[in-house]
């Protein structure tokens, strides 16, 4: 398995939830993409990512801007992925789901490499 194919794996998982969010139970399945994307960050933390271009490095930073749960609620008994995710805007939403659709699409096309 190249670097690529893990996080490749992950963010695809994350598009797949986010496309089956408009039909279904959005909260739920938003907080899943974010497990999925949480992974793969953790992933890409370990790894030298000096092998990223510009416009990933953009849409991480954006990916994790939109994930951000600082200043929320940690009880013990909450899940921060849904309590985040009850709080994103339709425009958030949207854009969330072109990041996590940019970063699948790219991490695709260079574990294929």
Known sequence: MNK???????????????ERSRSEDDVILIADAF???RTALFQLDKLNVDYLD????????ELKELMDTTGLDNRPDLDLNIVKAKLLT???KV???GVVNYLANWFDTKSGE
């Open 4 to 18: 690529y194919e893990y996080p490749a794996e992950k963010f695809d998982n994350a598009r797949k939830f986010l």
């Open 35 to 37: 497990r999925e994307c």
């Open 90 to 92: 339709p425009d958030q």
């Open 95 to 97: 854009e969330l789901s």
């Open 54 to 61: 510009d416009g990933v490095i953009k849409a991480l930073g």
